[in-house]
């Protein structure tokens, strides 16, 4: 065996996290025309009759047992997470949502080590120090923005960090259902959970949407289906440490997309915190204890 790992789960994953920044910035464009609810239902639907018949040609099978629960319970997460982030989004700029929710790595060692009895050590309590303190510069510099915006910026950055916190949860997921399914199933389970759980608030919630924004939302759906494919087979053949810095180039694509769809300036603030974050994630990770940024592969 070779003593270098192979190149290509690396170019990959960062193929993919490029794909899902374009994602992101279509249901930020969905969720602003119709509301993250039913941008995220819609896109469950779409997401649903594309992947099907795919899972079905390559074999697929109805999950049972463990890897069944392991597939509700991913599912259910990201759901949660998913309406927190693009309701967030749509109150936050680009850049800076990305930035913030880079601190679910750091979060995720808190949780592994109280749901998994991991031992925290010294590195890991420096990375978490450093990023708390990119979120406390980001949100300070947002809120000097001016009072016009303070209000609904403050809001979509504390929606964004709930959604971190349940990042965080599933990371803890994220590895173990990619080495125990295909990428064709992850990808659909995270469709048909998210779907089934939507689903039941659309009497109260539901606003028919126009063709632009069905426009949208199958275009995300498309994007993100390629994407969770693509991150699920990275994932399943590299560790998670070795692709920490592949997926912080999330941020470079949020800021280009922010600046090219929405005309959103990034601000030092925003820089210095997100670099605060990801030098956090680098050194919990160089300390032994993988942390990565999967924001995206459960949206």
């Not at 979509?156 to 599933?170: P, Q, T, V």
């Not at 039941?200 to 390629?226: D, E, H, I, N």
């Not at 070795?242 to 999330?250: D, R, T």
Request: glycine share 10%; proline share 5%; net charge positive.
């Amino acid at each position: 065996m070779s003593r270098h790992p192979s190149l290509l789960p690396l170019i990959i994953a960062g193929t993919g996290i490029a794909v899902f920044s374009t994602m992101d910035a279509m249901m930020k464009r969905a969720s602003i025309l119709v509301g993250a609810y039913e941008a995220m239902l819609l896109r469950s639907a779409v997401g649903v009759a594309v992947m099907f018949p795919l899972w079905r040609l390559r074999g697929g099978r109805v999950p049972r047992g463990a890897l069944l629960r392991l597939h509700l319970l991913r599912g259910s997460v990201a759901v949660c997470m998913a309406i927190c982030f693009f309701w967030g989004l749509v109150r936050t700029p680009m850049a800076t949502g990305i930035a913030l929710s880079f601190i679910a790595p750091l979060l995720a060692l808190v949780l592994a080590a109280l749901v998994l009895g991991e031992k925290v050590g010294r590195q890991a309590v420096r990375a978490a120090l450093l990023g708390f303190a990119g979120v406390v510069v980001i949100c300070v510099g947002r809120a000097s923005a001016g009072a016009m915006a303070r209000g609904p910026a403050l809001a979509g950055m504390g929606a964004i960090l709930l959604s971190a916190l349940f990042y965080a949860w599933n990371l803890i997921l994220q590895r173990q259902q990619a080495q125990l399914a295909s990428p064709e199933e992850v990808a659909l389970s995270q469709f048909v959970v998210g779907g089934v759980l939507l689903l039941p608030a659309a009497p109260w919630l539901w606003v028919t949407p126009g063709p632009v924004a069905l426009a949208y939302v199958a275009a995300s759906a498309a994007l993100a289906t390629v994407s969770l494919m693509m991150l699920a087979w990275a994932y399943a053949r590299a560790e998670a440490q070795l692709l920490v810095p592949i997926e912080y180039s999330a941020f470079i694509w949020a800021a280009l997309m922010g600046w090219l769809w929405f005309a959103e300036r990034l601000t030092w603030p925003t820089l210095v915190g997100a670099a605060l974050i990801a030098l956090g994630c680098w050194i919990g990770a160089r300390g032994g204890q993988a942390v990565v940024h999967i924001e995206q592969t459960a949206l």
